[in-house]
């Protein structure tokens, strides 16, 4: 049932991934919780949001995460351009606002190296507040094991509606 819900918000099928993990209903229903949280009941912009679990989808070539979110990136203002800016050059792209520079370069850094130095830490709180560094570390942190998950387990993108 929940399945179907999402789906039809997102303008899918069922979600491949939620019938996956429903599977372990316990499990599921905590995940959903704590994801819930970071999105879309975060403190970060949505746009914001889904530029940072866009630019882990493509790092971690998750073309599951990456289309879904592509879809919802565009309610939230993230266009075509701003998707094919992340994919091309990240965070060195001069069309992104200072913060969302600092955003996608802490991304990227996370992504890389699994860790924040300190210029790339002043970079980010010239911009964010202490609950936004520790939301976004969170929602990067979340993304990437989604993609680990959403890989090992072989979960095919989700058909159109």
Known sequence: MFA???GRRAGTAPPVLFRVLGRHRRLFRGWL???GRLMPGGLLPRRETELVILRVAHLRGCRYEFGHHVR???RAGVT???VARL???GAEDDGWSPRERAV???VDALQAERD???TAWERLRAHLGDRECIELIMLVGHYDMLATAITALRIPPDPSR
């Open 87 to 89: 994919v091309e050059h």
């Open 72 to 74: 919802l990136g565009a």
């Open 33 to 35: 919780h704590f994801a």
């Open 80 to 82: 075509a351009v701003d």
């Open 116 to 118: 924040l130095d300190d």
């Open 104 to 106: 996608l370069a802490a």
């Open 4 to 6: 179907r819900l999402a």
